[in-house]
């Protein structure tokens, strides 16, 4: 699904090309995919439709896709792999108004990271920004964090 949120979502086009079987029906393995990609998309289609790439100075962090809708000045975040607890938009920390979830617009904190071990000991730079996400992954195939743009 990587591949399509980048090409649909700056300026592409997707083509799925799903016929049916001998016997006239659609396969259920193709039925059950397309079935997964529409519930997604019912939720986070606004990540997709009338964006395009993000706006330059803004990094993609580690295992994420971006995508940007200028009209609503919104960047939205696709978590490839979702991480554990803390996660860093590097250079963001005056850019953000508010930070959600799209598939439930459940609040996302900005907080400080802690925890043990190296990644805690390396800190923030000075523009980033922390977020601590849920222990447990949201029930989507491919979780969007939507931020809202000052």
């Known amino acids: 699904m990587g591949l399509l949120i980048e090409s649909v979502s700056k300026g592409g086009n997707v083509l799925l090309n799903v016929g049916p079987t001998g016997r006239g029906v659609i396969d259920y393995r193709a039925e059950s995919a397309l079935l997964k990609m529409g519930d997604w998309m019912k939720y986070n289609s606004r990540s997709?439709?009338?964006c395009t790439q993000a706006p330059e100075g803004i990094e993609a962090p580690e295992n994420a896709l971006l995508t940007y809708n200028p009209n609503t000045n919104r960047l939205y975040i696709h978590?490839?792999?979702y991480p554990l607890k803390n996660y860093t938009l590097k250079g963001m920390k005056c850019k953000i108004e508010y930070i959600?979830?799209?598939h439930d617009?459940?609040?996302i904190q900005i907080t400080k990271p802690y925890g043990h071990g190296e990644w805690v000991k390396k800190g923030l730079g000075?523009?980033?920004?922390?977020i601590r996400l849920p222990v447990n992954k949201p029930n989507v195939e491919i979780p969007v964090i939507e931020v809202f743009l000052k």
Do not use: P, R, T
């Open 48 to 50: 997709i439709y009338g």
């Open 105 to 107: 617009a459940s609040e």
């Open 126 to 130: 000075e523009n980033d920004v922390n």
């Open 79 to 81: 978590l490839l792999d």
């Open 100 to 102: 959600q979830f799209l």
